[in-house]
């Protein structure tokens, strides 16, 4: 017997449309498995266990009347608490949200409802999506499920934290500099951030609005690639929203998995973001990776980005200042908590200053007064507008890197997943490790982080980030799912089968036995 | 509150020189909100009009109103202005209730129109340019109600609601240049531009162009220079100043305050001013700094508005003729005086005029008929005279006065008859059998008899005493119930008399 817990969502698809297992068990597992090991992960912040059943008994019942649904109907799905459901809480990880609901579905949670895959809950964040590591969430953070004493990333940590610890196949993020890509990395999961554009940002609670992009969390990239499908295009309430005819993604991921898939691909390595700073054990699993890619054929140079080492600052600067007025919202007037001042007169202003002091975390208030700051009158052309200028050079070296190379590929992160604590009192510390995935948001260009090892010295997963042209998500998927399959050849199993298990549960067991 | 000082309007203007500027924002008239798919519309119930985006809830996003981008271009165009090839929003950040972002979506550096002209013409004649230096688009805030407390104020309030109905509704911000030289007409300068503003945004159909409803608001800059000085003197933003004739009194008021204030020494602080209709007062609202810091910055949300230049030119050639220029032409064409022109322009009957002459009516009796009779029955009922009856109604009434089927006394009846929904005018004539008897027969019998029964009188006539026969023509015309031309009885009551066929009736054979 087959756990359901452990399949890809493109096997559940598969079970589920061939009559092999109803929405109702598959979800029911999921529900099961959650109760077990949320105790020590805490990846979600809210569970539908009835609405999800009730859900899956629907699409079972329709799929049982023949109608005809879409390929991951039935299939369970975790959504980040920073996009509106109108059904659960939305909180973004933060106390000023406290138990909202908001009146509406953001258009990605409407599109997988539309689409019949199951919300199994919202998962743990660091507030409004401020963080590398989800310590910063509102409601406590998230385990990594490979080492319980380690930050599983973030901003994302929750999404990424229930696809490694099999809570859920498939989850739904969000990365404004690397929230989706860094908790794939250090989690040993798949995260996409398509073209800024390709995804709705329609009821994504906005971080910084030039930078946010929704996108898939998943254990393979072909999984990613259909819950892609289902997200992306165009969607007329955001207006920056892109209106292009977009390719299938798991076409092109299958596209991938066919032999010689990686013969003459040329593949640039970005010199700026493998130096120092990079722990031992993801250098050498990315060197050991580009020497597998090389042996299948691919043409592997480097190419020098030399604008990349003002990334961090610039968009440390514009993060803050689209934050500090997007995050103006948040004033107790019409929706989340209100606080009332101690004492003094009860004027909007004063109950407006006493909510977002008790409503917000310190990381939030750094930012909304890092970004005010940076927007004053007198300073905006020395911080956002040179920053807006380094963002256009940004753009440039990838422009010109990609005139080079089809695909450029990093480490996802500098190093694995930290302990709690290590970096909280040292902002730089967390900020500086975002540098490999800050690029890609500032310059508007799709990401996927994918497994690529675990590192020698801590037997931690470590990411490969590769990084298309905008509008060229397809490439990724289709190189994806080849590295994900010459890897995974090469080690003679998937990554995440390596992870220690969280309860027990056993996870893989197989009429084999246990792999 | 003190009630401030003033000094003498004509003593102001010997010591100092007014300097005005004018914001005036117009609600545009669009069927949907600026940013979102919420209706448009005054009057709804409280927050009904509100959606995510209005609501500046979490995760809302704004989409750009073709239409609003459509109004603000030609809206600029009729300012003059050039259009931007790429215009920009911009967030313009500040906390208060009544924005549920807690920013503004408007524009700054990159407005839609810029660079227009408005050239007013004062009572005097005098022709006043006012240079415009922007036109831009914006999102309006909600409404604001102050409960408990004093007349609604914030002060003293125990609370306040907020209707979000508003919030969100399509804006354009026409901002002047300083204007100088205004002198003793500046308030007049106010009160005609912004009726300038008001008559293109209405001649437009971009907006409602209610002031009452705030469809129109404009906020009046005043700053006063001592004669002699080149150097320009604090100004006071007098806030949504909401009649013409306030904006006047509003000016007015400022130039005598602020003189009175400098003239004693004091200075002028800057800062909005709210105007108190009913005292004709302003006072001090909050203070105002040209370093208020909104921390601007291009709306991220958004892209781009990139008209192209083809579109620009379309909308150009959608424009009406500048309702100056057309009142200029109507009123030559027309003919009339300027009391009969300016009558017809406050009573605001220039499109139902231009209508029913253009329906076939001679002008004067046009005019005479709207301004009069049509007017005189919608004061009564008050109403506004072009609800009571169409252009083409009084057209054909004039034309049945004119070829003798009405006389003006059987052309009221008419009217009534029309507004009463009895019909066209002939339908009434034909259903109340109202027209003017044209057959000498009838007449010649009336007349006869009339003559027959005033023996005396038929002997005044006789005798050459021709004004005698006035009681005659009366009686006929009664007899006639008025259905007849007075100068024709007249004439036949002069023709009968003198007739041997008429014989005054035998004594006695009265009963």
């Known amino acids: 017997m087959t756990s359901l817990i452990n399949q890809t969502a493109a096997a559940l698809a598969g079970l589920l449309a061939d009559g092999s297992v109803s929405s109702v068990d598959v979800t029911r597992a999921h529900l099961d498995h959650i109760d077990a090991v949320e105790p020590d992960v805490h990846a979600f912040l809210h569970v539908a266990r009835d609405a999800a059943l009730a859900t899956a008994a629907r699409v079972d019942a329709r799929r049982a009347a023949g109608e005809k649904l879409g390929p991951l109907a039935g299939v369970p799905i975790a959504i980040k608490d920073v996009l509106a459901t109108h059904d659960m809480p939305t909180t973004s990880g933060s106390k000023i949200l406290e138990g909202w609901i908001p009146p509406y579905d953001a258009t990605v949670v409407r599109r997988i409802r539309d689409a019949d895959l199951i919300p199994l809950g919202k998962t743990n964040m660091d507030e409004f999506a401020m963080g590398s590591s989800t310590e910063h969430s509102a409601y406590g953070p998230t385990h990594n499920p490979w080492d319980l004493n380690r930050i599983p990333g973030g901003s994302g940590g929750g999404s990424a934290a229930a696809v490694a610890a099999f809570e859920a196949p498939l989850a739904l993020g969000s990365d404004t500099g690397g929230s989706i890509r860094q908790p794939a990395a250090v989690t040993g999961s798949v995260g996409v951030k398509p073209t800024y554009g390709g995804v709705s940002r329609y009821g994504a609670i906005a971080l910084a609005s030039s930078l946010d992009q929704v996108g898939p969390v998943t254990r393979t990239v072909l999984d990613a690639a259909l819950l892609h499908d289902v997200i992306g295009g165009h969607d007329p309430l955001d207006s920056t929203s892109l209106t292009d005819a977009w390719p299938s993604m798991t076409a092109a991921a299958q596209a991938g998995l066919a032999d010689g898939a990686l013969k003459g691909v040329r593949i640039g390595v970005i010199k700026e973001l493998n130096g120092a700073g990079f722990q031992a054990g993801v250098k050498q699993r990315f060197e050991e990776t580009l020497a597998l890619l090389s042996a299948a054929g691919a043409i592997v140079s480097e190419v020098s980005a030399p604008n990349f080492e003002y990334a961090v600052s610039a968009y440390y600067l514009i993060l803050p200042a689209e934050a500090s007025s997007n995050l103006a919202r948040f004033d107790s007037v019409r929706f989340g908590i209100r606080v009332n001042p101690e004492d003094g007169p009860l004027t909007s202003e004063r109950v407006m200053a006493a909510t977002r002091d008790a409503g917000f975390g310190d990381e939030v208030k750094r930012r909304i007064i890092l970004g005010t700051y940076a927007l004053s009158a007198g300073y905006y052309d020395a911080y956002y507008g040179s920053a807006q200028k380094v963002r256009t050079l940004i753009q440039r070296d990838f422009a010109a890197a990609f005139d080079k190379v089809d695909l450029l590929v990093s480490p996802t992160a500098p190093t694995t997943a930290f302990k709690f604590g290590e970096k909280t009192e040292d902002p730089m510390a967390m900020y500086l490790n975002d540098i490999t995935t800050i690029p890609a948001n500032l310059a508007g260009i799709p990401g996927m982080s994918l497994p690529m090892g675990l590192a020698p010295e801590d037997g931690l997963p470590v990411g490969l980030q590769v990084m298309a042209p905008a509008r060229a998500d397809a490439r990724l998927y289709t190189f994806g799912a080849a590295v994900e399959q010459l890897l995974e050849a090469h080690w003679g199993h998937t990554l995440l089968s390596q992870a220690p298990a969280l309860a027990n549960i056993e996870m893989f067991a197989t009429e084999g036995g246990a792999v | 509150m003190a009630k401030a000082e003033l000094m003498d309007y004509d003593k102001a203007l010997e010591l100092f020189e007014p300097v005005l500027g004018f914001e005036v924002h117009v609600e545009l008239n669009t069927k949907t909100k600026m940013f979102c798919g919420c209706a448009n519309e005054f009057g709804s119930g409280a927050n009904t009009n509100t959606c995510p985006t209005c609501l500046g809830l979490p995760g809302g996003l704004p989409q750009v109103n073709r239409q609003a981008i459509e109004s603000s271009i030609r809206l600029g165009l009729a300012l003059g202005c050039e259009i931007a090839e790429t215009s920009r929003f911009a967030r313009k950040n500040y906390f208060y209730p009544d924005t549920a972002k807690n920013f503004q979506t408007s524009q700054y550096d990159e407005p839609i129109a810029f660079n227009g002209q408005l050239t007013i013409e004062l009572e005097t004649g005098r022709l006043v340019t006012v240079d415009i230096e922007r036109a831009h688009m914006e999102d309006d805030a ?4 102050h409960m408990g407390g004093a007349a609604g104020r914030i002060q003293g309030a125990d609370y306040s609601l907020v209707d979000y109905n508003r919030g969100g509704v399509p804006l354009v911000e026409i901002v002047t240049q300083m204007i100088e030289g205004g002198e003793a007409d500046s308030p007049e300068i106010g009160k005609t531009y912004v009726a300038a503003i008001r008559e293109i945004v209405k001649a437009l159909g971009v907006s409602n162009a209610r002031m ?3 469809n129109v ?19 006071t933003e007098t806030k949504n100043v909401n009649s013409l004739r306030s904006v006047e009194r509003a000016v007015r008021y400022e130039i005598q305050r602020q003189a009175a204030l400098l003239h004693a020494g004091g200075t002028i602080t800057q800062e909005t001013r709210h105007w108190h209709e009913d005292t004709g007062t302003t006072s001090a609202g909050r203070p105002k700094s040209d370093a208020d810091d909104y921390r601007y910055f291009p709306e991220p949300d958004l892209v781009p508005v990139a008209p ?12 009406p003729e500048p ?23 406050n009573s605001d009957l220039l499109d139902v005029l231009e209508a029913t002459i253009a329906a076939g009516a001679p002008a004067q009796a046009a005019r005479k008929w709207w301004t009069g009779e ?19 109604q009084v057209a054909a009434l004039i034309e049945l006065i004119t070829d003798g089927t009405l006389t003006d006394r059987l052309a009221r009846q008419v009217l009534e008859g029309v507004i009463a929904g009895e019909g066209t005018p002939s339908e009434v004539v034909a259903s109340r059998g109202l027209a003017v008897v044209s057959d000498d027969g009838p007449l010649i019998a009336a007349i006869d008899e009339a003559l027959a029964s005033q023996p005396d009188v038929l002997a005044k006539i006789r005798d050459g005493k021709v004004q005698a026969a006035g009681a005659v023509i009366g009686a006929v015309m009664k007899a006639m119930r008025g259905q007849a031309d007075a100068a024709r009885v007249r004439e036949l009551v002069l023709e009968r008399a003198g007739s041997a066929a008429v014989e005054p009736a035998p004594s006695g054979s009265g009963e």
């Open chain 2, 217 to 235: 608001r404009c906020d009046a800059n005043v700053s006063l220079r001592p004669r002699g000085s080149n150097i320009l003197g604090t100004r």
């Open chain 2, 323 to 345: 309702p100056a220029a057309r009142r200029k032409r109507l009123q030559a064409d027309w003919g009339f005086v300027n009391l009969e022109f300016q009558d017809v322009v």
């Open chain 2, 142 to 145: 909600g409404k604001l109600t």
């Open chain 2, 212 to 214: 009452e409803e705030g």
């Open chain 2, 374 to 392: 049509i007017a005189r029955l919608a004061n009564a009922a008050g109403v506004s005279a072009d609800s009571l009856v169409t252009p083409a």
């Open chain 2, 308 to 319: 192209s230049r083809a579109w620009v030119e379309e909308l150009r050639a959608t424009l």
